[in-house]
């Protein structure tokens, strides 16, 4: 009785401080659904959503302290049906053959791939004799034959190699079919021959992405390179002229957010719209005597941030961005505190309601990570004395303490996805974020004032200034020794545990909230105890990595690269794949041998390798690309099992496959398309 006595007190104490809980119960329940390996069916939905009705009965019946865990346990609960109620909705044909032939589509994106070439997003998809209901939604190419860019609304086709959405490179790793499921994106693939136009451009339902990409040309004539393509990135989010040299530096050096259209441009565009139109109404004394110019000035910022949105083409990062600044400027609207733990609060369950998938993504861990962090660290030091000295000390004070807390916050976050730590982004971030708020900002808002009347480039060209300053910034830091570490991915309870426990820390009030701290603390320890597998075979069969005392060994220096690059990032390890080769003994032949302790890793390269090999032994695992006939008792992972697996790990003496690890999901292969190993 006193420990219930006791529970019943501590959470009495948290009265006035619990609705931030909300978007981490609703979280929970939507995490709960995608760590399933099998897909949930309507009876388990309907018994959820019934004990989610249940919960908020019981919560009206019972004493006060009691009432908050029946609303988190409902909230659970309403996440888990969500989540499983959004991935019904966007369900859409996937292909599940490889294809080569014609493809037909509208272009509705662009952007780049990883290997720097331009690539298309189509709907309206044709493909040759494939029926229409089996005809993804949309599909993306990737242009490796073609000197021009096709532009939004137009109609283009060419002869195209596609494929379904790829599962994870390795198992428990990110799985891409089930991103692509969300976007209703059923196919991927390239073309190296030219795209041709079978209809002209119409703007006819792509409006907007035809303004962006107008906008962009432009911007990129007035400056060109990457600096344009940087500005053309501010302003629309159109990052297809930005290099990858370029884009690896801004990675580098921390200032990667620079890019995408997230909180922070969002946040200052506000917040340099409110400013003004305050200030402008300040300077008429009767109207800032009669009007509520605190309001207007509030309307007129979230006018300009909904504009901001459409321009930038509304992807999911820009969308959280603008619901956080309209939660804020709501706030001020209703004479409320605009920046507080319940207005972030607020837009986070408006975001996990529009997209709940988007607990998964690393924008949105970021995103909130950093801005709970903030407003929770200067909501403590709101009461405190002001720092002394001159106002210009105390600013740059303020932009140190804002870098340093928003980036402690969420190194830990983007060091679990991105397996990279930039030692010296704080001081990037120091240098640059200033420059961005103060002058590229402001400059692109005068030269969207500007353009009816053509005098644009003036404000570009000053845009242009700040942005240089910042690629300067990203270079410099970005060649600095040691300017960024690598680190191996963690294990898949390791981020969750660390997430959790950092919440506690904030939102719980009282002494006990330091548990949360130390949770946290030992999910970070637990992080550096995990191992990695001992081998990875790639669910092409393509590429073989076997783990050695000096880093991972690949069976190829050449083909497989993104397979390949995937691998040593989560090894934590800066080798280059070439590099990497080199460890394998042996790794000139056409067959590659790894001796291991009881067993042999037997890679047969390609077509000519597999002419040389007949038979194999028990204690061999051969892998290859092509498929094999082989006499003996050996495990093989070849064209005809790895579809059933998708790639492989061994570790520990047990084999796991991805298909395995992942479950029967709506995003996963067919039933009759899959193998077990586990």
Not at 357 to 382: D, N
Request: one cysteine or more; aromatic letters at 8%.
């Amino acid at each position: 009785m006193r420990v219930l006595a006791r529970v019943e007190d501590a959470l009495l104490n948290q009265r006035g401080h619990l609705f931030p809980w909300s978007p981490v119960c609703l979280a929970i329940g939507i995490g709960l659904y995608f760590g399933l390996r099998f897909e949930p069916d309507i009876k388990l939905y309907a018994g959820l959503s019934c004990l989610a009705l249940l919960a908020l009965w019981v919560g009206c019946r019972v004493q006060d302290a009691w009432v908050p865990l029946a609303v988190g346990g409902a909230l659970v609960a309403a996440g888990f049906v969500l989540a499983g109620a959004r991935a019904h909705l966007v369900a859409e044909p996937v292909l599940q053959w490889r294809y080569y032939g014609p493809v037909e589509g509208r272009v509705v994106a662009l952007d780049r791939s990883a290997s720097d070439a331009l690539r298309v997003t189509l709907d309206q998809v044709r493909i040759g004799d494939v029926p229409p209901d089996q005809v993804p939604q949309r599909v993306r190419l990737s242009l490796h034959g073609e000197d021009t860019t096709p532009e939004p609304g137009q109609r283009i086709m060419t002869t195209a190699h596609l494929s379904p959405p790829q599962g994870p490179v390795e198992p428990g790793g990110f799985d891409f079919r089930r991103h692509a499921w969300f976007q209703r994106l059923g196919a991927v693939g390239y073309t190296r021959v030219p795209v041709l136009m079978a209809s002209p451009p119409s703007n006819s339902g792509v409006r907007i992405a035809a303004l962006r990409m107008a906008i962009s040309d432009r911007v990129r004539e007035i400056l060109p390179g990457d600096v344009g393509g940087f500005a053309a990135a501010v302003t629309t989010g159109d990052r297809s002229g930005i290099g990858r040299a370029t884009l690896d530096n801004l990675r580098a050096s921390n200032l990667a957010h620079l890019l995408a259209i997230s909180g922070l441009h969002m946040g200052l565009l506000a917040g340099f719209v409110f400013l003004a139109f305050r200030t402008g109404f300040a300077l008429v004394p009767a109207v800032a005597l009669r009007w509520p110019t605190r309001k207007i000035a509030a309307v007129c910022a979230l006018v300009a941030a909904a504009a901001y949105l459409m321009l930038s083409g509304g992807n999911v990062a820009t969308e959280r961005a603008f619901v956080m600044v309209s939660v804020m400027l709501g706030a001020v609207l209703i004479d409320r505190r605009a920046i507080s733990l319940r207005a972030v609060a607020v837009a986070a369950l408006i975001v996990l309601l529009l997209r709940p998938e988007s607990v998964l993504s690393p924008g949105f861990q970021m995103s909130f990570a950093a801005t709970t962090a903030l407003v929770a660290v200067f909501g403590a030091l709101r009461d405190m004395p002001a720092f002394p000295g001159p106002r210009w000390l105390r600013a740059f004070g303020g932009v140190l303490a804002s870098s340093a807390i928003a980036g402690l916050a969420t190194a830990p976050i983007g060091a679990a996805h991105f397996n990279m730590v930039s030692h010296y982004g704080l001081v990037a971030n120091v240098l640059t974020v200033p420059i961005m708020g103060m002058l590229v900002v402001p400059a692109a808002v005068f030269a969207a004032l500007l353009a009816p009347i053509g005098l644009e480039a003036l404000a570009i060209h000053v845009m242009g200034f700040g942005l240089r300053w910042i690629l300067f910034v990203s270079d410099w830091v970005s060649g600095l020794d040691g300017a960024r570490g690598f680190v191996a991915d963690p294990s898949d309870f390791v981020l969750p545990t660390f997430a959790l426990g950092a919440v506690f820390a904030v939102l719980w009030q009282g002494r006990i909230r330091w548990f949360g701290a130390v949770v946290a603390l030992v999910a970070l320890i637990l992080w550096g105890q995990g191992d990695r597998p001992e081998v990875l075979i790639a669910d092409t069969g393509a590429l073989v990595g076997v783990m050695t005392e000096h880093g991972r060994a690949l069976s190829k220096k050449k083909g497989a690269g993104f397979i390949a690059s995937v691998w040593l990032e989560n090894d934590g390890d800066s080798a280059s794949q070439e590099q990497a080769a080199s460890r394998w003994p042996g790794a000139t032949g056409l067959v590659r041998v790894f001796p291991m302790d009881g067993y042999e890793v037997v890679h047969v390269t390609g077509k000519r390798a597999a002419k040389t090999v007949k038979g194999c032994s028990a204690k061999q695992i051969v892998a290859s690309p092509v498929p094999l006939k082989l006499h003996g008792d050996c495990l093989v992972f070849d064209p005809d099992d790895l579809p059933l697996t998708g790639s492989v790990a061994l570790s520990g003496g047990k084999i796991v496959s991805s298909n395995a690890i992942g479950g029967q999901r709506l995003w996963s292969p067919a039933e009759g398309n899959r193998r077990k190993i586990q």
